[in-house]
């Protein structure tokens, strides 16, 4: 879906958003065979939205009420530490759900800022109509469970590599899994998010070439 992503932001809004839409039901349906009267449901409840590069798309301690579905863009999440240091938590591009996970499923003011890298175009639905969406459609259920699931698996693998891997080992890690990132994404964000130095990531990158 990133070669998208221009004609997205360019698009009609009519245009672009049954391609976002069309595309993010084509994602459920690789998990579970959604119905005609789930994706009415989804699309009547919920909304196109364009963030600009730059933009604040979740403040600290401000309720994440949504969870968005990317069709293009570049978003991440951060933290600032007691001293006063950026670090980069994670990074949301097309096809992930752009969310403060901790803050949107416990309904609670998030501990992190999430902000665009990228003109961005989302799907947004709000906490409430995701929780009545599950009750009126059973089925929606497995799809709201593997994506979560894949959420807490991929926040955990960090953990442990932040944890146990080496400074190359994590570069490689992202580099083999989201190689695009190290060309969208500003090499300070990506050293913070490698839990490593910005002189220490220049050096592997160089070893590298």
Same mark, same amino acid.
């Given at each position: 879906?990133?070669? +998208?992503?221009?004609?997205?932001?360019?698009?009609?809004? @009519?245009?672009?958003?049954?391609?976002? !839409?069309?595309? %993010?039901?084509? !994602?459920?349906?690789?998990?579970?065979? #959604?119905?005609?009267?789930? &994706?009415?449901?989804?699309?009547?409840?919920?909304?196109? *939205?364009?963030?600009?590069?730059? +933009? $604040?798309?979740?403040?600290?301690?401000?309720?994440?009420?949504?969870?968005?579905?990317?069709?293009?863009?570049?978003?991440?999440?951060?933290? $600032?530490?007691?001293?006063?240091?950026? *670090?980069? +938590?994670?990074? %949301?591009?097309?096809?992930?759900?752009? #969310?403060? *996970?901790?803050?949107?499923?416990?309904? *609670?003011?998030?501990?992190?800022? #999430? &902000?665009?890298?990228?003109? /961005?175009?989302? #799907?947004?639905? /709000?906490?409430?109509?995701?929780? @009545?969406?599950?009750?009126?459609?059973? &089925?929606?259920?497995?799809?709201?469970?593997?994506?979560?699931?894949?959420?807490?698996?991929? %926040?955990?693998?960090?953990?442990?590599?932040?944890?146990?891997?080496?400074?190359? @080992?994590? !570069?490689?890690?992202?580099?083999?899994?989201?190689?695009?990132?190290?060309?969208?994404?500003?090499?300070?964000?990506?050293? +913070? !998010?490698?839990?490593?130095?910005?002189? /220490?990531?220049?050096?592997?990158?160089? @070893?590298?070439?």
């Amino acid at each position: 879906m990133s070669a +998208s992503k221009p004609v997205l932001w360019k698009l009609p809004p @009519e245009e672009s958003s049954a391609i976002l !839409y069309a595309g %993010m039901f084509e !994602y459920f349906r690789q998990i579970y065979p #959604i119905g005609k009267e789930v &994706e009415d449901e989804i699309v009547k409840r919920s909304e196109v *939205v364009k963030f600009r590069k730059g +933009s $604040i798309i979740l403040e600290h301690s401000q309720l994440c009420r949504y969870c968005y579905f990317a069709g293009c863009g570049l978003a991440r999440a951060y933290y $600032i530490t007691e001293t006063g240091r950026d *670090v980069t +938590s994670w990074f %949301m591009k097309e096809g992930d759900i752009i #969310i403060a *996970v901790h803050s949107f499923f416990e309904q *609670v003011p998030s501990r992190e800022v #999430i &902000e665009a890298l990228e003109d /961005t175009v989302c #799907i947004g639905l /709000t906490y409430q109509s995701l929780q @009545e969406i599950y009750h009126k459609f059973p &089925e929606f259920n497995f799809v709201g469970r593997e994506l979560t699931q894949k959420y807490y698996i991929q %926040m955990e693998e960090r953990a442990f590599s932040l944890r146990m891997d080496k400074a190359k @080992e994590k !570069y490689a890690k992202l580099e083999r899994n989201h190689p695009d990132l190290l060309a969208r994404a500003p090499l300070s964000f990506i050293a +913070s !998010y490698l839990g490593i130095s910005r002189g /220490t990531l220049s050096r592997i990158r160089n @070893e590298r070439r």
